[in-house]
């Protein structure tokens, strides 16, 4: 069975940056759709960032393009998603996501029900 680890939350200051990591354990597949979510207090969980382990190939939310870089190492199984610029409204729980065989496109991220593989999230706070 599939599990996920978020870590690397955290309180930064606004412009500030922050690295969340989300180790994969496995059993077996060879790719996957990976995504970061997010859900701030009060509001819906929405997609941040996803990345097709298979090809590489990203998508992201209009809300974080040219601030936010996701990014997988498959000879660690960890996903990452690497923070920068961030804002006060980018303060929110994150989730990473996972559906093991599933090829991600740009629509993937519009729900959280193309995933089904979900870690505990981390807490990720933007101070201004």
């Known amino acids: 069975q599939v599990q996920l680890v978020e870590s690397g939350g955290g309180s930064v200051q606004a412009g500030g940056s922050v690295r969340l990591s989300c180790t994969i354990s496995d059993d077996g597949y060879m790719d996957y759709c990976m995504a970061w979510f997010r859900q701030a207090p009060g509001k819906e969980r929405e997609g941040v960032a996803a990345?097709?382990?298979?090809?590489?190939?990203?998508y992201y939310a209009d809300s974080v393009k040219g601030r936010f870089t996701i990014s997988h190492d498959k000879s660690k199984n960890t996903l990452y998603l690497r923070m920068d610029s961030l804002k006060p409204e980018d303060t929110a729980q994150y989730y990473c996501?996972?559906?093991?065989?599933?090829?991600?496109?740009?629509?993937?991220?519009?729900?959280?029900?193309?995933?089904?593989?979900w870690g505990q999230g981390t807490q990720v706070t933007v101070s201004s």
């Open positions: 990345v097709y382990t298979g090809a590489g190939r990203t």
């Open positions: 996501a996972a559906r093991p065989g599933y090829i991600c496109y740009s629509g993937s991220l519009t729900s959280r029900g193309n995933f089904d593989v």
